[in-house]
């Protein structure tokens, strides 16, 4: 079956280290997304790509980066992790615009 | 930007109750889903509705474009009904932005 996967599901790292998470989805899907989860904030966006080599940012993009030079995979870079980025992080992908998203299982980044 | 507003923040019910829940948002949308996120963190879609009824077993949802809300419907709640639950939208050629959800706790 066609799926989204993310790695690691948990990681601890030091700060101000440089930190990937990956997103691999199968679905040939256009659209990837990056999304974090803080308790009282719900999701918020980090960037998003429509295509290869097409990123933007969005609502909380500041210290990270993203690079799409396929079509399955949207990695999310820490430039210098900081103890405020220690956050659960989601990726999801579409097939095109304003379609149905699903969603990664996760994957919990401790900085410490 | 567009605001995302879900009431209640929090529901405690009984094992066989129904709830409804709310999404109300501020501008016209493309895209509205709804999402369950399970006790293990897992997002699980519900429904893909930017508007219509829909209705998957206990679950149903309706969104109302023109006046700018979605209810979601759950009836005959059972535990495992117990988590988070997202109204996330879209703007045309928008990523999805979420409420903060509602969290739910279905005692037995």
């Known amino acids: 079956d066609a799926e989204i996967t993310q790695s690691p599901r948990h990681k601890i790292t030091e700060t101000g280290r440089q930190v990937t998470l990956a997103c691999h989805q199968t679905?040939?899907?256009?659209?990837m997304f990056w999304y974090r989860q803080d308790l009282g904030h719900g999701l918020r966006l980090i960037h998003y790509s429509y295509g290869v080599q097409d990123t933007n940012k969005g609502e909380v993009s500041d210290g990270y980066s993203v690079s799409r030079s396929n079509t399955e995979d949207l990695p999310l870079t820490l430039e210098s992790a900081a103890s405020s980025q220690t956050s659960v992080y989601f990726c999801?992908?579409?097939?095109?615009?304003?379609?149905?998203?699903?969603f990664g299982q996760g994957t919990r980044l401790t900085v410490v | 930007g567009i605001q995302v507003e879900q009431s209640p923040p929090d529901l405690i019910l009984q094992e066989g109750a129904n709830s409804t829940l709310r999404c109300n948002f501020s501008?016209?949308?493309?895209?509205l889903q709804w999402f369950h996120q399970n006790p293990w963190g897992q997002l699980i879609n519900l429904f893909y509705i930017p508007s219509g009824t829909k209705q998957n077993g206990r679950l149903s949802a309706t969104t109302v474009a023109t006046e700018r809300y979605s209810l979601l419907y759950i009836s005959s709640s059972q535990t495992t009904d117990s988590g988070v639950y997202f109204c996330a939208v879209g703007l045309a050629g928008t990523a999805l932005i979420f409420g903060k959800g509602t969290t739910l706790s279905v005692s037995s």
């Open positions: 501008d016209s949308v493309n895209n």
């Open positions: 999801a992908s579409s097939v095109g615009m304003n379609t149905e998203a699903f």
């Open positions: 679905w040939n899907h256009n659209n």
